[in-house]
């Protein structure tokens, strides 16, 4: 069941200016953000929108953690994204008025804030700095699609696996000590795989020297070496 609270207090206005998507902004514009924002919650596995929705909206996680995926015509499910706190998601179909290209669901009790289209646009086009924002995120945005892309079609499991610990590492900001953020069955999902093979090649990679597995922790006890497997993509 979803719940949509109005919100304007101060708390959401220093929210906003602390994600990416609107660091820097000037105090006057982000309360105008707060004044059209919704505080949306959904249940863990509720449908956030679905592919060919219409695009009326897009949505920051203020918690828990989002899945963005695609289902192949033989039903095989591929994700594309897995969003957590302060990361924006579906503002592409928003800004060219067109539906939801993917699905969205909650991997877990979320809170997101949701700002309408229009009242959007109508701040974007009177504030330059909030284009400018937005036009490097969407830019990040194409350069994950475009790794993934290369990891998919090129690379084989031990690869991809590899590169997905390594940007772990450096997104969690811990070191040679990670978590993994999903369960072995999401995992293999995004990277293209099944989660027997994903299992296996954990298994290869502690074998090898490379990982210590300790549950969801891991540590990369051979940083070089995991950066030369996700570079070969193979042992």
Not at 113 to 122: I, N
Not at 201 to 230: F, H, N, P
């Amino acid at each position: 069941m979803v719940n949509m609270i109005e919100n304007r207090d101060k708390s959401l206005v220093k929210w906003l200016g602390d994600t990416s998507l609107f660091v820097g902004m000037e105090e006057q514009y982000l309360q105008e953000l707060s004044g059209i924002a919704m505080v949306v919650s959904y249940k863990r596995r509720a449908t956030i929108f679905s592919e060919g929705d219409p695009g009326n909206g897009f949505y920051l996680v203020k918690e828990g953690k989002v899945k963005i995926y695609m289902i192949s015509p033989d039903g095989k499910e591929q994700i594309l994204h897995i969003f957590g706190p302060g990361d924006p998601f579906g503002e592409v179909a928003v800004f060219a008025s067109q539906s939801f290209p993917a699905h969205a669901v909650a991997l877990e009790n979320s809170r997101l804030v949701f700002l309408p289209r229009d009242d959007f646009v109508k701040l974007v086009a009177a504030n330059p700095a909030l284009a400018l924002n937005l036009l490097a995120t969407l830019s990040q945005r194409l350069c994950q699609f475009t790794k993934m892309i290369d990891a998919l079609s090129l690379k084989e499991v031990p690869g991809r696996l590899a590169a997905h610990l390594l940007y772990l590492s450096k997104k969690q900001v811990t070191g040679d000590h990670l978590q993994l953020e999903l369960s072995k069955t999401q995992l293999a999902s995004l990277l293209g795989t099944i989660p027997e093979t994903l299992s296996r090649m954990l298994s290869k990679l502690q074998r090898e020297g490379l990982i210590v597995i300790e549950g969801a922790s891991i540590t990369i006890v051979d940083r070089e070496g995991l950066v030369d497997l996700a570079e070969i993509g193979k042992f």
